[in-house]
């Protein structure tokens, strides 16, 4: 029976350890988690949603040429140079709307890298041993689980398995949720020119900072639910010491079952909270 629940302790170790150390999908860039669809959205972006978002500039342009030449109506014609001057700011504010169009690519992966930075930050201080608790320590527990009679030895595996279960859902979660980020940031980033285009028109220039904004908030979502994962072995830890320290298995084994459930909660409500920290919608 000790051997069983060693066992299993050893196995939710493991995952725990596994899933807070693994920062190859949170810590890359845009390539490295799907290199061939990242290709792909990539080649969408510059052939489909490019051309189209060239169209929409221009379209701006025609209509701020025509503002602009009813505003120099509408103040009696004005002299000559008055009419260049608002002519000349049209088309600088062009010029720079179509540099950003242009510059998308370069925009969004300088967003994207700098909360990657933040990650990267976060990691490099798991691995300096920035965090106390290295996961459970399960030799500490062995003389307290020997001293188990039979049938509590059986409850505490069936808590045991209870919470490797628990764990295993929230790893699972954590991963599906990472997944779907990187698939709505791979949508945002092929589309990314035309909502980059509307910034010319006072109406519809809110579209292109939503979209700024939405991005980076599904970007920094992958900080935050790097940061709650990081939170896993020192969490487990801090429950398991306390039982070492007098208190009772089968409480750390209830407190390690909520404290997965509340993991598996923080990491579905990361990307509530990065919305919520970049005012997006």
């Known amino acids: 029976m000790t051997d069983a629940i060693m066992a299993v302790l050893e196995w939710i170790n493991g995952m725990i350890l596994g899933v807070a150390g693994d920062s190859i999908k949170l810590t890359g860039s845009l390539k490295d988690f799907l290199p061939s669809v990242y290709v792909y959205v990539d080649s969408v972006m510059r052939n489909v949603a490019m051309p189209i978002a060239y169209v929409v500039l221009a379209l701006f342009f025609v209509m701020e040429l025509y503002r602009a030449s009813v505003r120099n109506e509408g103040m009696g014609g004005g002299s000559a140079n008055l009419g260049a ?3 000349f700011k049209v088309l600088f ?3 720079i709307c179509k540099v950003a169009v242009d510059s998308t690519p370069l925009i969004l992966n300088a967003i994207y890298s700098a909360t990657t930075y933040i990650t990267q930050g976060v990691s490099n201080l798991l691995s300096g041993g920035g965090i106390e608790g290295g996961g459970i320590d399960v030799a500490a527990l062995e003389p307290a689980i020997e001293a188990l009679s039979f049938w509590s030895g059986l409850i505490c595996l069936i808590l045991c398995f209870l919470v490797f279960l628990i764990a295993i859902i929230a790893v699972v979660f954590a991963s599906v949720i990472i997944s779907a980020r990187f698939i709505e940031i791979y949508v945002y980033f092929a589309i990314s020119p035309i909502p980059i285009a509307t910034f010319p028109n006072e109406e519809m220039s809110q579209i292109g900072k939503n979209f700024l904004k939405s991005f980076a908030a599904v970007a920094i979502q992958g900080t935050l639910i790097f ?7 020192a969490l487990f830890n801090g429950v398991f010491l306390g039982q070492t320290s007098g208190g009772s298995i089968f409480s750390a084994l209830m407190g390690v079952l ?3 459930i509340v993991i598996i909660l923080a990491i579905f409500a990361a990307g509530k909270w990065a919305k919520s920290i970049c005012n997006a919608m």
Do not use: N
């Open 258 to 260: 909520g404290y997965s």
């Open 227 to 233: 940061l709650v994962l990081s939170f896993f072995p």
């Open 85 to 87: 001057e608002i002519v």
């Open 93 to 95: 504010r062009m010029v």
